[in-house]
């Protein structure tokens, strides 16, 4: 599959990008695909499967009769519809997927300044106080947070708070009304500010996870433990496909140890490179030219409350290589 983060397909049923015989609304197809997929991950917290989600319903669109897509008026919002409620559907199933998940289950990381394209309908009428920065929807944060919502909550959360859909066509995705979509939005920014997720500034975070950096590197566990907060979590997803800890670790000190015995196992030829993660400052470890973890943090009150090791080498398929803006 190709990767969509940078580029579209080149060939959409049949017809070849920039090609003789091309269909008329191609273009505009190819041109929602970004904001599809910014959607789809947002919704599934997973590259490969949003990648999917856009690809199903590319499909579905062309498999309509082209009488029956020329009445479309806005085949951009056609087709938001569909992948939504792919996601719906998929959201729901994930759910049974991930108890059989070895060990804890972390969002797909993305490497680099991902561009986050537009809001899908111009506000919608949000109140600002509830609107959700594109920014803050991609961080590894935030991601967590969406996973402890119900499809429902997650599908409405996204559409409204985030992209600026009214309810009444959330309503149409999720198949509520306009009020019960609104119900499920409060219930969601519940979530949200229970989990105090906020946004920190990306100066301000690089220069603790540089500290950071330097601390692990030199084994220095008094400094690790200063940068972090005393109810620190670290959290790690191999997949059962990858070494490392299985339960989280919750504390500083403890947190502090579990690192510098990961700076004692570093092999050699193992780097530890400063790196956007969900554009966000992270970390990641390369091995060979090869990203084989990538760690992402959460900053408050200048120290680190939650760091979020991924391993499982599925999720890291899109770091290996350079990446715009890392």
Known sequence: MVNSWSKPDKEVDGEMEGGAGREPGLDQVLAERRQLI????????????????????????????????????????????????????????????????????????????????????????????????????????????????????????????????????????????????????????????????????????AGIVRAFKTAWEAKDIDGLVGLLDPGATAVADGGGRATTFVQPIEGAEQIAQAWFAIANRRPSDMAFIERTVNGQPGIVAEQGGVTVTVFAFAVADDRITDIWVVRNPEKLRLWTGPVSGS
Not at 45 to 70: K, N
Not at 112 to 138: F, M, N
């Open 38 to 205: 910014n959607v789809a991950y947002r919704m599934l917290g997973s590259a490969t499967e949003a990648e999917d989600a856009v690809q199903e319903a590319i499909a579905r669109w062309y498999a309509l009769p082209v009488a029956e897509r020329e009445q479309i008026a806005s085949p951009g919002a056609w087709l938001t519809t569909v992948v939504s409620r792919i996601c719906l559907n998929l959201l729901g199933s994930a759910r049974v997927r991930r108890e059989a998940y070895v060990g804890e289950w972390i969002p797909e990381p993305l490497p680099g300044s991902i561009e986050q394209g537009v809001g899908g309908a111009g506000g919608g009428g949000v109140d600002p106080a509830d609107r959700v920065t594109l920014d803050e929807s991609i961080s590894m944060a935030f991601l967590v947070v969406l996973e402890t919502m119900t499809p429902a909550e997650r599908v409405t959360f996204i559409l409204h708070d985030v992209f600026g859909y009214p309810f009444a066509e959330v309503g149409e995705v999720v198949g509520r009304s306009a009020a019960a979509c609104r119900q499920l939005a409060v219930s969601a920014r519940r979530r949200v500010r229970a989990s105090q997720v906020r946004a920190v500034a990306s100066a301000q975070q």
